[in-house]
């Protein structure tokens, strides 16, 4: 997005880690068998990942650790905002959406700036675990990632809850909405 050298200066670390460790312990019930000193070790190891979550902090996405990969020794971040993160909305799917449209163009992608931001949009699969851990898009929804066949066909998938049920639905990849933006995860 901003900057380039996808590296944070001292004070932007301090002020994120700081920000992620208020978050931590204020939504234990998101990792209750974790704790934060692990996470910050993973954290200050991988510099460049810090740079994605303060992409992810800056757009709205207020990121949690949801769980933890023991196979890959991974912590796992996803975008925990009450709706979708508003610096990431009115947003076609994909690059090759974006270029279908002929006039009114988005600004972006969900897909481009989720690579930009070194992320990945949320799987459908995703999409439920965090619904699990509270009630997430009530007024908004949020593109999730669509299989190959579906996109082929010019079609692309979002999801939202509404009547607490979470809901997955379909569109073409080329629309675009103001209340509709994305969620994405990070592995450190």
């Known amino acids: 997005m901003n900057n380039t050298k996808k590296e944070l200066s001292s004070d932007q670390r301090e002020e994120l880690l700081s920000v992620l460790k208020a978050?931590?312990?204020k939504n234990k019930n998101r990792h209750q068998e974790l704790e934060w000193t692990n996470v910050l070790a993973k954290l200050e190891a991988n510099p460049e990942k810090l740079w994605s979550l303060d992409e992810m902090e800056i757009s709205g996405g207020e990121p949690d650790?949801?769980?933890?990969?023991?196979?890959?020794?991974e912590f796992i971040f996803y975008d925990c905002a009450a709706e979708s993160p508003k610096g990431r909305r009115s947003v076609c799917y994909d690059h090759e959406a974006l270029e279908s449209r002929k006039?009114?163009?988005?600004?972006?992608?969900?897909v481009e700036m989720a690579a930009d931001m070194g992320i990945a949009l949320l799987t459908e699969e995703q999409y439920r675990q965090l619904q699990q851990l509270g009630n997430f898009d009530l007024k908004t929804s949020s593109w999730v990632q669509t299989p190959a066949e579906i996109r082929k066909?010019?079609?692309?998938?979002?999801c939202d809850r509404r009547y607490d049920t979470v809901f997955l639905y379909h569109?073409?990849?080329?629309?675009?909405?103001?209340?509709?933006?994305f969620r994405g995860s990070l592995r450190v």
């Open 171 to 181: 569109n073409g990849a080329e629309s675009y909405y103001a209340a509709r933006g």
């Open 65 to 73: 650790v949801v769980g933890y990969d023991a196979k890959t020794d």
């Open 103 to 110: 006039e009114h163009k988005p600004e972006n992608s969900a």
């Open 153 to 158: 066909r010019g079609g692309a998938l979002f």
């Open 23 to 25: 978050r931590f312990e």
